[in-house]
């Protein structure tokens, strides 16, 4: 029995490792996210080189692209680490928006997840930057300082002169701390993003014609880019920061949360999680990742360099 035991064993993992069905088994590691991506990008490039397979349909078509914007950056192609991809952004993001907004912070917290916020941001805005040039390591240090001091400042000081206005009751004073992480933190991801990317208004970024030729390097492009970028990083925290304490402030009114004050943090989460699901949709929308620019607005030397009326650049996101 034992022998036949030991056989059939020998015969699963010798089936299990000639199966077409699976890659091969890594510990911890998922068991298809390699291979869908690597499909995905086998059939964009089947596409694109008009070698498509029959039966392929729209639907495959529009997967396979939805995964590879996911998952790889549009200029090098390679892949961002998950917390950093946008498609990350909610999940990694929200336990960080519920501390920035807990009530009565204590300076240390305050200081804490702010930096904490503009930690993930630096790492999300050097991830989805525009990776025509190369960045040196010291732009990304002084965005990431900059970025830091700046909220920290800001929500410190604002704190401070809240607690200094003797005219506002507790109650107001309470709910009026609770807007302080908005300003701190758009403001802070204006200088983020300035200082991070600041490189690409030096050197300027690629633009390309409609065909995907390179025209050239354009810093007006680069400007372009950056003040989309930023105008984006002030709406997305806009309905997160400024939604939640409205409408907690009227949900711990309510009777069930007076009388199970430990539901508070839970709902406050749940608050959180769907404002952050409604703006980052909507900020996003706002300007397309390769956005478009008419080449007369262009350095004289680019608009002589084709015959297109216009050209896309990778705004970053």
């Not at 490039?45 to 997967?63: A, C, F, I, M």
């Not at 003040?227 to 709406?235: D, N, P, Q, W, Y």
């Not at 709902?267 to 990742?289: D, E, M, N, R």
């Amino acid at each position: 029995m034992a022998d036949t035991a030991t056989t059939a064993s020998a015969a699963a993992a010798s089936a299990a490792n000639t199966s077409t069905d699976a890659p091969p088994f890594q510990l911890g590691k998922p068991r298809f996210q390699q291979r869908r991506l690597r499909e995905a990008v086998q059939l964009l490039e089947d596409y694109k080189h008009g070698t498509l397979r029959p039966g392929v349909t729209n639907e495959q078509l529009w997967s396979a692209q939805k995964i590879k914007q996911a998952i790889l950056h549009p200029d090098t192609n390679e892949k961002i680490f998950m917390p950093f991809r946008m498609s990350g952004y909610i999940p990694f993001g929200t336990p960080i928006v519920v501390g920035l907004l807990l009530p009565n912070q204590t300076l240390a917290s305050t200081v804490f997840w702010q930096w904490l916020n503009q930690s993930h941001n630096a790492c999300v805005n050097y991830a989805n930057r525009n990776a025509t040039k190369p960045s040196p390591a010291s732009k990304f240090i002084q965005g990431y300082l900059g970025a830091v001091i700046s909220a920290v400042s800001i929500a410190v000081g604002l704190n401070v002169l809240v607690q200094k206005a003797n005219k506002f009751t507790p109650a107001t004073r309470l709910l009026v701390q609770r807007f302080v992480p908005f300003p701190a933190v758009a403001s802070a991801n204006i200088c983020n993003v300035v200082l991070m990317r600041y490189g690409e208004l030096e050197e300027g970024i690629d633009v390309l014609d409609g065909d995907g030729n390179l025209v050239g390097s354009s810093k007006i492009a680069a400007r372009h880019a950056l003040l989309e970028t930023a105008l984006t990083r002030v709406v997305l925290p806009m309905p997160i920061l400024v939604l939640p304490p409205i409408i907690m402030s009227m949900l711990e009114k309510t009777a069930l949360l007076q009388a199970r004050p430990r539901l508070l943090l839970p709902v406050q989460s749940l608050v959180c999680l769907a404002a952050f699901g409604l703006a980052l949709p909507l900020a996003i929308s706002l300007f397309p990742q390769m956005s478009e620019i008419e080449t007369s607005q262009l350095e004289p030397e680019i608009a002589r360099a084709t015959s297109s009326r216009t050209v896309v650049y990778n705004k970053g996101l």
